[in-house]
């Protein structure tokens, strides 16, 4: 008996047998014990379609290439086998309790191995009949992706199988029988995505079609029931939407067809999986389904189900009850919070149709414009204005002032226009105040002149101290951070907003956050922004979470933290893609896109960023002339800039400011658009208006007062200016942005003081700012500029060394201690002591004591 058998292979065999390698070789086992004289069952459990009948086909072949006795299916087992023992492989669990029975006069022992399945993954134990020897229970699993990529790969080769991966495991659920007939049903060239999911489709419902013509009319009737149920029903209430006693429903429950398509571990009877519950839902006439649908809504009406699933249940069908908006909102709501926001509009358009009026209309357009907001923001914003002009509605305040702030958050003439007449008509005092605050935000403008009645003082207490108003007092704020004047006062007013306003309107915080950034309260900016970040997660507001992103994005830049700027960008796009991105955010967000890859020195992907908005942007009349648009038109400037396209920069600058000066924008610390025309006036040759720009950048700067907003002009100055009088402004730089967060435009300064006084003709005063540069920030264009020249001078041995390599040597040279310079380059002790090492040999030096004067340092 001991008769060698053939291998499986390690890829589990055949296309059918993938991911089989396993249970191939505990059959082959079980086959090895019977063939030496001893006994086994295998119990194989797997849904329809995962390989069921091709792995028992494998186990027969291995059984009779052993000389086993092989019967396909229990009952009569005829004449005594002259092979020796028998081996039974049947897929009918309910016929082997007692086992085959012998003819008679032909008394046979039962077979010595049982190979039996059952069709779920979960079933209770072996039948009766097949208990016989050591057990081995095989559970057949769907195809892993990994899988499905290596049919695909088979059929259409790498890189059609690279397209088509998500369509065919969506399509097919990884179903070993449905994937490989679909393939063989479409042989040669590749399909497109949606021809082979339409493929898989029939398919999957000619397989099921299959499997269900085994079973019994009442079988059929419970797998449709359950289909529609979707594990909400008890079993009973089931076999009520079936038309079925419960002892009928008991008994077709226990056929194949059904074991293997219900899923056993629910707690209501449903089909294993949503895609096939759709197929066996398809394979009915029209109206059979839709009776089904109706009568399992109004059952669940009847037994008082939660709302949201009634909801469900409602949608598939046309009833026009009473209750059917109401349950319709209940499910789009729920939809919503779970994340599932195409559903969730689906309900919410649906309960609109079924006629929701009075308050339930405008909870149903608010939920609607909710879930709009992260895939079709133009959608919601027109939601958020059909909100804004409900006037029938009492007890609203709630839905329109939601409404409000999403579209004071989206800014722009339109949505100022809406606020405004919204405003205009509310009969509450306070809603017309914040409606108007709202507005002030909305407009992004700071009109010449006293500030506005919206921004007037609220009411007083009984005290007599004005009542505080967010939304009034971030208007205030963002009013003065444009106007570029009492920074006392917009700081005041905008930390007052973060830490009073908490948990209340969004657009007011996110300003306010924006303002503190513009007032170099950094700290503050940060914590409001991650606490509104973390809200608006939580109340699944996510064009709020990108924004806020966007803004921690900004912040990043400011102090010149790249990784953190890179993270939170990402963190961004990947909250709400690119193209879920309202207009009129979309430019702002490039223009961030742009400046964080030029300040990481990628020039072409900044170039790709903003080449790519220039194809896609919409007009200007749709977009309008906001700050978005400045910014975008800021990043192309410097861009061009730093590629020295100075003619293309000056009009793309240009631009910038004439969109700025009708806002109000004075302020050079939101965008310094004019120190940077002036350096692209003075590399176009024109001296007198570089020094004009400089001259009123610095008049705005020193009028808002921030330290860091004037240090950047002079910063900026510096190249825009003749030699002397740029000498001048970069010393102030250097001072004034010392102590500041902005430690990349510290390292900036030092570095263009360097190269300024190397063209002095001062090589050691440039030599110590230039290493303290090194030390602060990583290298830029001018850096590696300066180092050139430096290394370029006699006796240098500086242009031996990397980057990297410097940075390090020049803190050794100080006598700080590798641990030190660890922490004060965030790179491993590891790291360090190969820079070194490596530095010694290219110096040729012994060790650390040489390198200050190797490398020149005072």
Not at 131 to 154: D, I, K, M, Q, Y
Not at 424 to 439: I, K, M, N, P, Q
Not at 448 to 461: I, K, N, S, T
Not at 620 to 626: C, F, S, V
């Amino acid at each position: 008996m001991n008769r060698p058998l053939q291998q499986p292979s390690s890829s589990g065999g055949p296309d059918g047998l993938l991911e089989r390698a396993g249970e191939l070789a505990t059959l082959e086992r079980a086959v090895r014990r019977v063939a030496d004289g001893d006994t086994a069952t295998v119990l194989v459990r797997g849904r329809p379609g995962t390989g069921r009948s091709a792995l028992l086909a494998e186990g027969a072949a291995l059984a009779r290439q052993a000389g086993l006795h092989v019967l396909t299916a229990p009952g009569p087992t005829g004449p005594a086998s002259p092979g020796g023992p028998s081996a039974l492989f049947t897929d009918d669990t309910r016929s082997t309790s007692k086992g085959p029975t012998p003819p008679a006069g032909h008394p046979e022992p039962r077979p010595a191995l049982w190979v039996v399945v059952e069709g779920s993954e979960n079933s209770g134990p072996a039948p009766l009949g097949a208990r016989t020897g050591p057990a081995h229970v095989l559970s057949l699993r769907p195809l892993t992706e990994h899988a499905v990529r290596t049919l695909l790969v088979r059929a259409y080769g790498e890189e059609a199988a690279d397209s088509l991966l998500p369509t065919a495991t969506a399509a097919t659920g990884g179903n070993p029988a449905v994937l490989c007939a679909a393939l063989r049903r479409r042989p040669g060239p590749p399909p497109e995505a949606a021809e082979f999911a339409a493929l898989a489709d029939r398919t999957g419902r000619h397989h099921l079609r299959t499997v269900l013509a085994r079973a019994s009319a009442r079988a059929s009737a419970l797998i449709a029931a359950s289909a529609v149920a979707a594990g909400h029903f008890s079993f009973r209430q089931v076999c009520e939407l079936a038309g079925l006693s419960v002892p009928d429903g008991e008994q077709a429950r226990t056929e194949p067809a059904v074991t293997g398509l219900l899923d056993s571990a629910a707690a209501g009877p449903r089909l294993y999986d949503p895609l096939v519950a759709e197929r066996a839902l398809g394979l009915l006439d029209g109206d059979r389904r839709r009776e089904l649908h109706e009568r399992a809504a109004r059952l669940a009406h009847r037994e008082g189900f939660p709302q949201d699933v009634l909801g469900r249940l409602t949608a598939r069908t046309s009833l026009d009850e009473p209750w059917v908006p109401g349950a319709l909102h209940a499910a789009g709501a729920a939809a919503r919070r779970s994340g599932e926001d195409d559903a969730a509009v689906v309900f919410l358009e649906r309960s609109l149709d079924r006629g929701a009026a009075g308050r339930l209309r405008t909870d149903v357009l608010l939920e609607l414009a909710k879930a709009q907001s992260s895939r079709r923001p133009t959608a919601a914003e027109r939601g958020f204005r059909r909100i804004l002009r409900e006037t029938d509605v009492p007890d609203r305040s709630g839905a329109l002032l939601f409404a409000a702030d999403m579209l004071a958050l989206r800014a722009g003439d339109d949505a100022a226009a809406a606020l405004g007449a919204a405003a205009a008509r509310t009969t509450s005092e306070a809603e017309r105040r914040t409606l108007r605050g709202l507005h002030a935000l909305a407009a992004e403008t700071c009109p010449p002149g006293p500030a506005p009645e919206a921004l007037a003082p609220g009411p007083r207490d009984d005290r007599g101290t004005p009542e505080f108003d967010a939304t009034r007092a971030a208007a205030g704020a963002w009013r003065h951070c444009l106007a570029g004047r009492k920074i006392g006062e917009a700081r005041r007013l905008a930390g007052t907003v973060l830490l009073q306003a908490e948990n209340g309107l969004f657009t007011p915080r996110l300003f306010a956050a924006r303002v503190l950034a513009v007032t170099e309260d950094v700290a503050l900016a940060r914590s409001g922004l991650q606490r509104l970040t973390a809200e608006a997660r939580r109340q699944k507001v996510s064009p709020v979470t990108g924004q806020a992103l966007l803004a921690l994005t900004e912040i990043a830049l400011r102090t010149g933290e790249l990784e953190q700027a890179r993270e939170r960008l990402a963190e961004a796009v990947t909250e709400v893609p690119r193209h879920h991105w309202h207009p009129r955010a979309l430019p702002r967000l490039t223009a961030v896109e742009a400046l964080v890859a030029l300040e990481s020195g990628r020039t072409d992907l900044a170039e790709s960023v903003l080449a790519r908005s220039a194809r896609t942007e919409a007009p200007p009349d749709r977009n309008g002339h906001g700050l978005g648009r400045a910014h975008l038109l800021f990043a192309r400037g410097v861009l061009c800039l730093r590629t020295g396209r100075s003619s293309e920069a000056r009009a793309q600058l240009r631009e910038c400011g004439r969109i700025l000066r009708p806002l109000g924008c004075v302020n050079p610390a939101v965008l310094p658009w004019r120190s940077h025309l002036a350096m692209a006036e003075a590399a176009c040759a024109a001296p007198q208006a570089a020094e004009r720009l400089v001259a009123e950048s610095l008049t705005a700067a020193r009028s808002w007062g921030a330290p860091g907003a004037v240090g950047a002009v002079h910063l900026w100055a510096g190249p825009a200016l003749p030699d002397r009088t740029a000498l001048g402004h970069l010393r102030t730089a250097v001072r004034l942005l010392a102590g500041m967060p902005a430690r990349r435009l510290y390292a900036r300064a030092l570095v263009a003081l360097a190269s300024a006084l190397l063209d002095a003709g001062r090589p050691t005063e440039a030599r110590r700012l230039f290493d303290e540069a090194v030390r602060k920030g990583r290298p830029f264009p001018l850096t590696e500029e300066v180092a050139a020249r430096l290394a370029g001078r006699p006796g240098s041995n500086r242009a031996r060394l990397s980057p990297a390599q410097l940075r390090v040597a020049l803190l050794a040279a100080e006598g700080r201690s590798n641990t030190a310079i660890s922490k004060e380059l965030s790179i491993g002790v590891r790291t360090v002591e190969l820079h070194l090492t490596r530095t010694y040999r290219a110096l040729g030096i012994n060790g650390r004591p040489d390198l200050a004067v190797a490398l020149g340092h005072p």
